[in-house]
T-cell receptor, first 113, second 113 residues
Framework: NSKVIQTPRYLVKGQGQKAKMRCIPE?????VFWYQQNKNNEFKFLIN????????QIDMTEKRFSAECPSNSPCSLEIQSSEAGDSALYLC???????????FGKGTRLTVV | GDSVTQTEGQVTVSESKSLIINCTYS????????LFWYVRYPGEGLQLLLKVITAGQKGSSRGFEATYNKETTSFHLQKASVQESDSAVYYCALGNHNNAPRFGAGTKLTVKP
């Protein structure tokens, strides 16, 4: 069973507000991923880290999101100014390497009203 | 980049009947990727069902099987006799050392008693 912990489980924000969610990866996993899953179940990769360093991120993440994985603290993903289209399930996952099994948290469901 | 395409939407199968969920992948990597099936049971987080990291090999778990076919770039999920407890959403995924794992859009399986 996965030991990736995501908080909060649910988040409701108004348009233009900041939305911040956190993730504690499995102990010993240096690689952390964030995905956005929309209502059609489609996964969109947002960003990933190896230890504290960003490995890859998409353009949207670079412009509107702020993410970090500090040592000895939870990883976080923050939307600087929420838009209606950001309403989705945000999934955090961790793994030993990028191409091995990933372990998922239960996600943070964001609703932007 | 990498991508995964799987049977879209919902599949309904009667209990004890056979199941196949199609999955094909594409990758720009020289190396063969690792292939996975993940499952989300109702009320639970996404978890690994099975994986295959060597082309030509078959993975199996809980009665499900999938064969890594590099010629047809496919990784179809099959089960000879489904049970009600198999009702879940199934995701095909590709892991490439140089990129974050890519997921299909999921196939919701409903098994009728």
């Amino acid at each position: 069973n996965s030991k990736v912990i995501q908080t909060p489980r649910y988040l409701v924000k108004g348009q233009g507000q900041k939305a911040k969610m956190r993730c504690i990866p499995e102990k010993g996993h240096p690689v952390v991923f964030w995905y956005q899953q929309n209502k059609n179940n489609e996964f969109k990769f947002l960003i990933n880290f190896q230890n504290q360093e960003v490995l890859q991120q998409i353009d949207m993440t670079e412009k509107r999101f702020s993410a970090e994985c500090p040592s000895n603290s939870p990883c976080s993903l923050e939307i600087q100014s929420s838009e209606a289209g950001d309403s989705a399930l945000y999934l955090c996952a961790s793994s030993l390497q990028g191409n091995t099994e990933v372990f998922f948290g239960k996600g943070t469901r964001l609703t932007v009203v | 980049g990498d991508s995964v395409t799987q049977t879209e939407g919902q599949v309904t199968v009667s209990e004890s009947k056979s199941l196949i969920i199609n999955c094909t992948y594409s990758t720009t990597s020289i190396a063969y990727p690792n292939l996975f099936w993940y499952v989300r049971y109702p009320g639970e987080g996404l978890q690994l069902l099975l994986k295959v990291i060597t082309a030509g090999q078959k993975g199996s778990s809980r009665g499900f099987e999938a064969t890594y076919n590099k010629e047809t770039t496919s990784f179809h999920l099959q089960k000879a006799s489904v049970q009600e407890s198999d009702s879940a959403v199934y995701y095909c995924a590709l892991g490439n050392h140089n990129n974050a794992p890519r997921f299909g859009a999921g196939t919701k399986l409903t098994v009728k008693p």
